[in-house]
């Protein structure tokens, strides 16, 4: 039984600049990193795979060189490396440095390059470069007899995130049609599995710890087991920080007092290793400060950082009422409704002055 312990997307020196707290976060990261050698160590894994952006190439230095070789020699025992977009080969790469330890292997060309790992069990790699390779996997034919496993660094487009720019471009079709029997990728900070007739084709283990707001999947490493001719995928959690965009209704808030009130019991629970971009929505009453500074002050010191998007309306429904034409018409009706305790009109005056202003609605 061969088991291999898989990661990619570390970003190691990636400056934050989305949310505060960019420096605990870039700090997470070598942590990350540390614990994916940790896994690799607790497993008694036979080899470490990484599929690529495992440092920014622009930002990192000799620290950075350092702290990567440390933990390769570390573990030990072979190590492979498919450099990508982020952290592509070259001669002034840290890839290049001669303080490489043995047991570490880069594939340094965008080509695929076979390597024995085991009885029965190739591991074939592919290498960033900074010329954009094309589909790795196109014209790729992987005929050695056993387990085939494609180490690369690309994008799946059969899935790819919205937003998300397509590097190497691949689909599971391709894979299959290449003869190996599963790719063990990178690019995509949300792991996930594909499976193809009860067998996985292609894993992406995620960014061990998240990199941007929205990314949807696995934060972690993978551990690949190789047994018996057959492979099998166990996604590992590993991130420690949360990146969590929550939304905050402020509808008929009359005070600073009560903004204040809705956002703390909004984070409740939250807490250093939270990450929060709060939305503020809804229509409040005219006059009612919303002051994002002191937001940030009052409701983010029990947390890792914390970003105020005021969206709301300050509406003056008396007045509003008064005016003679549609908006003043319907505004009239649903407070007269409102003040009979009707809930829902409170809630309908919000989304027609949000609509009459043009604003977006948030449910």
């Known amino acids: 039984m061969l088991t291999i312990v898989h990661a990619a997307d570390i970003h190691l020196?990636?400056?934050?600049?989305?949310?505060?707290?960019?420096?605990?976060?870039?700090?997470?990261?070598?942590?990350?990193?540390t614990r994916v050698i940790d896994l690799a160590l607790g497993r008694r894994a036979d080899i470490v795979t990484i599929g690529g952006d495992l440092f920014e190439a622009q930002r990192a230095g000799p620290q950075t060189a350092r702290l990567i070789y440390e933990e390769f020699a570390r573990f030990g025992k072979p190590v492979f490396v498919a450099p990508g977009n982020h952290?592509?080969?070259?001669?002034?790469?840290?890839?290049?440095?001669?303080?490489?330890?043995?047991?570490?292997?880069?594939?340094?060309?965008?080509?695929?390059?076979?390597?024995?790992?085991?009885?029965?069990?190739?591991?074939?790699?592919?290498?960033?470069?900074?010329?954009?390779?094309?589909?790795?996997?196109?014209?790729?034919?992987?005929?050695?007899?056993?387990?085939?496993?494609?180490?690369?660094?690309?994008?799946?487009?059969?899935?790819?995130?919205?937003?998300?720019?397509?590097?190497?471009?691949?689909?599971?079709?391709?894979?299959?049609?290449?003869?190996?029997?599963?790719?063990?990728?990178?690019?995509y900070h949300g792991g996930y599995t594909v499976e193809d007739n009860g067998a996985p084709i292609l894993a992406y283990p995620g960014s061990p710890e998240p990199i941007r707001f929205?990314?949807?999947?696995?934060?972690?490493?993978?551990?690949?087991?190789?047994d018996a001719g057959r492979a099998s995928v166990e996604h590992v959690p590993l991130a420690r920080t949360h990146l969590r965009e929550i939304g905050v209704r402020l509808d008929g808030a009359t005070s600073e007092s009560a903004?204040?009130?809705?956002?703390?019991?909004?984070?409740?629970?939250?807490?250093?290793?939270?990450?929060?971009?709060?939305?503020?929505?809804?229509?409040?009453?005219?006059?009612?400060?919303?002051?994002?500074?002191?937001?940030?002050?009052?409701?983010?010191?029990?947390?890792?950082?914390?970003?105020?998007?005021?969206?709301?309306?300050?509406?003056?429904?008396?007045?509003?009422?008064?005016q003679p034409n549609v908006r003043g018409q319907v505004v009239a009706d649903l407070l007269a409704r409102a003040r009979t305790g009707d809930a829902d009109a409170d809630r309908a005056l919000a989304y027609v002055v949000a609509a009459f202003e043009g604003a977006e609605i948030a449910p």
């Open 13 to 33: 020196e990636t400056i934050f600049t989305d949310v505060r707290g960019g420096s605990r976060r870039r700090a997470a990261l070598a942590d990350a990193f």
């Open 87 to 187: 952290d592509p080969y070259s001669a002034h790469s840290l890839y290049a440095r001669e303080e490489k330890p043995a047991n570490v292997r880069i594939f340094a060309e965008p080509t695929w390059t076979p390597f024995p790992v085991a009885d029965g069990v190739t591991l074939y790699g592919f290498g960033h470069t900074p010329a954009e390779p094309g589909r790795p996997f196109a014209h790729a034919r992987f005929d050695r007899p056993g387990v085939r496993i494609a180490l690369v660094h690309g994008s799946d487009e059969d899935r790819c995130p919205p937003g998300k720019r397509a590097t190497a471009p691949f689909t599971s079709a391709e894979i299959g049609a290449s003869g190996a029997t599963i790719a063990l990728t990178g690019h």
């Open 214 to 226: 929205g990314e949807r999947g696995e934060h972690g490493a993978i551990v690949v087991t190789v």
């Open 259 to 322: 903004v204040l009130a809705r956002l703390e019991s909004a984070l409740d629970g939250l807490g250093p290793t939270d990450y929060i971009r709060a939305r503020l929505t809804g229509t409040v009453a005219a006059g009612t400060r919303v002051d994002p500074d002191l937001l940030v002050e009052r409701c983010g010191a029990p947390l890792g950082a914390l970003e105020i998007i005021d969206l709301t309306i300050a509406a003056d429904y008396e007045r509003l009422a008064a």
